[in-house]
């Protein structure tokens, strides 16, 4: 069984910064992808970002040069940080991590942007 523990959620005003965090209770590394995705009241939940190995990551064009994946794979956490924060970023924000095919989401982490 995967546990993912988001944190850093919170109120911040447009063009503020956040950086939430993502622990695993796995190897990161062992993983074949990590994310970020995030749902807004009333819509569906979409992608923010994927990350692989090596670097490698997937942005969402609305988040593009914004926000930025890392990992800490000694600490097994991924973070996300987010700068130039606008209104529409407002959501709940979830961790996910895909191993042999599974599925395994956080409990999620509220991110408030206010003008």
């Known amino acids: 069984q995967v546990q993912l523990v988001e944190s850093g959620g919170g109120l911040v005003q447009a063009g503020g910064s956040l950086r939430l965090s993502c622990a695993a209770s796995?190897?990161?590394?062992?993983?074949?992808?990590m994310g970020w995705y995030r749902q807004a009241p009333g819509k569906q939940r979409e992608l923010v970002v994927t990350?692989?190995?090596?670097?490698?990551?997937d942005y969402a064009d609305s988040v593009k040069g914004r926000f930025t994946v890392s990992r800490d794979y000694a600490m097994n956490t991924v973070y996300l940080q987010m700068n130039s924060l606008k209104p529409e970023d407002t959501a709940v924000y979830y961790c996910n991590a895909r191993k042999r095919g599974n599925d395994y989401w956080g409990q999620g982490t509220q991110v408030t942007v206010s003008l």
């Open positions: 796995i190897s990161i590394f062992s993983t074949d992808l």
């Open positions: 990350s692989r190995s090596r670097g490698l990551a």
